[in-house]
């Protein structure tokens, strides 16, 4: 059974480094099937693709947040990582990770928040 | 940019059908989803490639896409459809672009 699991810091200072980690459990990170995306939901508001990401490296990023974005895979732990740079208070979200398939994403887990606030 | 632009809110009375609308440039050829989201809740993909359903999602749902405007319709409203719902479209430029979200509520 698929299971994805965001972890993370909880709080964060202003103009320090987001990480974050989904693990991945019940299938393989390196499937050719699949690749894995970052979505993140500030409080109270909607949904905002943040990245996709394929075992190869590939990776596909939010034109406006690309110039602070690294995101990594680890195939040995199965999981793939996040880093966002000088965050300020609108970076303040639920992060997902979730797997994606063809042109959408089919799974979802279920979030970590992240506050970003001195 | 690419933008998908969805109402702020829809309401549905029990049992009736619900319509939520999705718009945005050449829709017809972004390969339009749609994700259900519950309070406190990851999304759920409910409809994906315009009108395919995923398995274990009522045929109660279903989706359609126009020239430039993708719908989810949502037939026999159950009190339990009562959420927020996503379009989610993905475009050459821009890779994946979401709408605002829909609030459906049922009353």
């Known amino acids: 059974q698929l299971q994805l699991q965001e972890s993370g810091p909880g709080l964060v200072k202003p103009s320090e480094t987001l990480s974050l980690t989904c693990t991945v459990s019940?299938?393989?990170?390196?499937?050719?099937?699949?690749?894995w995306g970052w979505v993140r939901q500030p409080p109270g508001k909607g949904l905002e693709w943040i990245a996709s990401v394929y075992y190869s490296g590939t990776t596909y990023y939010n034109p406006s947040l690309k110039s602070r974005l690294t995101t990594s895979v680890d195939t040995s732990k199965n999981q793939l990582s996040l880093k966002l740079r000088f965050v300020t208070a609108a970076d303040t979200a639920l992060y997902y990770c979730?797997?994606?398939?063809?042109?959408?994403?089919?799974?979802w887990g279920q979030g970590t928040l992240v506050t970003v606030s001195s | 940019s690419y933008e998908l632009t969805q109402p702020p809110s829809v309401s549905v009375s029990p049992g009736q059908t619900a319509s939520i609308t999705c718009s945005g440039d050449?829709?017809?050829?972004?390969?339009a989803s749609w994700y259900q989201q519950k309070p406190g809740q990851p999304p759920v993909l409910v409809i994906y490639?315009?009108?395919k359903r995923p398995s274990g999602i009522p045929e109660r749902f279903s989706g359609s896409t126009s020239g430039n405007t993708a719908t989810l319709t949502i037939s026999e409203t159950h009190p339990m459809d009562e959420a927020d719902y996503y379009c989610?479209?993905?475009?050459?430029?821009?890779?994946?672009?979401f709408g605002g979200g829909t609030k459906l509520t049922v009353l």
């Open positions: 979730a797997r994606g398939s063809g042109y959408r994403f089919d799974f």
């Open positions: 989610q479209g993905w475009d050459s430029s821009t890779d994946v672009v």
């Open positions: 050449r829709l017809w050829d972004k390969y």
């Open positions: 019940g299938d393989s990170i390196s499937s050719h099937s699949y690749y």
């Open positions: 490639q315009d009108k």
